[in-house]
């Protein structure tokens, strides 16, 4: 945006409001609903790397394809001959430029606000996820609960979310987990907790969640691999540095509230401790 013209980020905001639909139009319908003229739109794709308007187009109409597909058109994808190099090698490779990239287009104040808002102990913290990516709603789940009050895992079961989402209000934060094929459930549950007031942290891919549209904070990781399914390695990469955040930000209560629940876990033999 900062190298646009004032005409060019006025058209990219119009096609960034209804993405990608925005841009499925005709060049001259896109450039009247964005108040330009045609030759901003072609100027536009030029400045973004792209031939021209039909190329910058095309790769629009690619990212669509790409958020709808099944773990074997994925698998079809790839070239899996890559040279002498070990699986395990190339698939590394990959999962590190997914992070490297990731890490790159961070926005580190979202990050901070993001920090600060689950350090609150008076906010209301709700997490949940989709079929593949609960697991790491139920990571940071576990270690938001270690460190602070007032956490809630809604579950997989979205027939009872209304019964949580009733007692939201502007004190709750929801966070959403939501990776292509994006998960129907999760868009109304991140509606319904919208019209409460409370605050949608969003949890997604390189392409975007619907929950994009609704979400006041958004996390978007690279998760591409040689595999029929994503990786979640990326998005792992940004919990833990949140909860390492969260801790810093009020680590006296938050240290107060681990001494106590070592006191507990000790009472309760939970772990085995040296010597016993």
């Given at each position: 945006?900062?190298?646009?013209?004032r005409a060019?980020?006025?058209?990219?905001?119009?096609?960034?409001?209804?993405?990608?639909?925005?841009?499925m139009?005709?060049?001259?319908?896109?450039?009247?609903?964005?108040?330009?003229?045609?030759p901003?739109?072609?100027?536009?794709?030029?400045?973004?790397?792209?031939?021209?308007?039909?190329?910058?187009?095309?790769?629009?109409?690619?990212?669509?394809?790409?958020?709808?597909?099944?773990?074997?058109?994925?698998?079809?994808?790839?070239?899996?001959?890559?040279?002498?190099?070990?699986?395990?090698?190339?698939?590394?490779?990959?999962?590190?430029?997914?992070?490297?990239?990731?890490l790159?287009?961070?926005?580190?104040?979202?990050?901070?606000?993001?920090?600060?808002?689950?350090?609150?102990?008076?906010?209301?913290?709700?997490?949940?996820?989709?079929?593949?990516?609960?697991?790491?709603?139920d990571?940071?789940?576990?270690?938001?609960?270690l460190?602070?009050?007032?956490?809630?895992h809604?579950?997989?079961?979205?027939?009872?979310?209304?019964?949580?989402?009733?007692?939201?209000?502007?004190?709750?934060?929801?966070?959403?987990?939501?990776?292509?094929?994006?998960?129907?459930?999760?868009?109304?549950?991140?509606?319904?907790?919208?019209?409460q007031?409370?605050?949608?942290?969003?949890?997604?891919?390189?392409?975007?969640s619907?929950?994009?549209?609704i979400?006041?904070?958004?996390?978007?990781?690279?998760?591409?691999?040689?595999?029929?399914?994503?990786?979640?390695?990326?998005?792992?990469?940004?919990?833990?540095?949140l909860?390492?955040?969260?801790?810093e930000?009020d680590?006296?209560?938050?240290?107060?509230?681990?001494?106590?629940?070592?006191?507990?876990?000790?009472?309760?033999?939970?772990?085995?401790?040296?010597?016993?």
């Amino acid at each position: 945006m900062p190298s646009l013209t004032r005409a060019e980020k006025q058209l990219a905001s119009k096609l960034l409001s209804n993405y990608p639909l925005s841009g499925m139009a005709s060049i001259t319908e896109i450039a009247k609903t964005a108040d330009v003229s045609t030759p901003t739109v072609i100027r536009t794709a030029r400045k973004l790397g792209f031939e021209g308007f039909s190329e910058l187009q095309k790769a629009m109409r690619s990212e669509v394809y790409a958020t709808l597909e099944d773990p074997i058109k994925k698998h079809d994808a790839w070239n899996y001959d890559n040279g002498d190099a070990h699986f395990v090698n190339q698939f590394a490779d990959v999962v590190a430029l997914n992070v490297r990239n990731t890490l790159d287009r961070l926005d580190t104040k979202t990050f901070d606000e993001v920090a600060t808002l689950l350090s609150n102990p008076k906010k209301q913290i709700y997490l949940t996820g989709g079929r593949i990516t609960r697991s790491i709603a139920d990571y940071l789940f576990n270690h938001l609960q270690l460190t602070r009050p007032n956490v809630t895992h809604l579950g997989t079961s979205s027939n009872i979310w209304p019964q949580y989402v009733v007692d939201m209000n502007k004190d709750s934060v929801i966070l959403l987990f939501d990776i292509r094929r994006y998960e129907t459930d999760l868009a109304k549950l991140a509606k319904l907790a919208d019209d409460q007031g409370a605050s949608v942290v969003l949890f997604t891919d390189q392409w975007g969640s619907p929950i994009s549209d609704i979400a006041q904070y958004q996390f978007d990781a690279l998760v591409e691999v040689p595999s029929p399914w994503d990786s979640s390695v990326a998005i792992m990469i940004i919990v833990e540095a949140l909860i390492a955040s969260i801790q810093e930000k009020d680590w006296k209560n938050s240290k107060r509230r681990i001494e106590k629940l070592e006191t507990m876990f000790g009472k309760t033999k939970l772990f085995r401790r040296f010597g016993s």
